[in-house]
């Protein structure tokens, strides 16, 4: 009767191992990516959203879909600025930076801080009239 008890154990570990994913790996964080781009660019604010995303995936064990909608929030604010304009874009951004200040141990502040520049990038860039 043990062994049936630990057999039971030892599929229900194999179970939780393959049913938990691994925590995303940390992005590749290069100041001169960072401070080279133009955020006044769609592309450049896609790359630093999801740049964001994924440091704290990273440091958070997983993607969250609570912190995914933010980030989708901001894209969308900052493909529309022309309309909507900067006022609207540092409002969707800011929940952002919440989330991360919340988030921020001594551990990842390296990384967080990181993710608190692109985001301050994104959000004080100037705005284009042609984006």
């Known amino acids: 009767m043990g062994s049936i008890v630990a057999l039971d154990a030892f599929r229900a570990s194999v179970n939780k191992t393959r049913t938990t994913p691994s925590p995303p790996k940390r992005p590749d964080v290069v100041g001169a990516e960072i401070w080279g781009r133009d955020y006044r660019e769609v592309e450049a604010v896609v790359y630093g959203l999801l740049t964001v995303r994924n440091l ?3 440091h958070l064990d997983g993607f969250d879909p609570a912190f995914d909608a933010l980030c ?6 900052a493909h529309a600025v022309e309309t909507t304009g900067p006022a609207h874009l540092k409002t969707t951004l800011r929940p952002i930076k919440e989330w991360i200040l919340d988030s921020m141990t001594e551990d990842n502040k390296r990384d967080m801080s990181w993710a608190l520049v692109i985001i301050d990038l994104i959000e004080k860039s100037p705005t284009k009239t042609s984006r």
């Open 72 to 77: 989708m929030d901001g894209l969308e604010a």
């Open 56 to 58: 704290v995936a990273h």
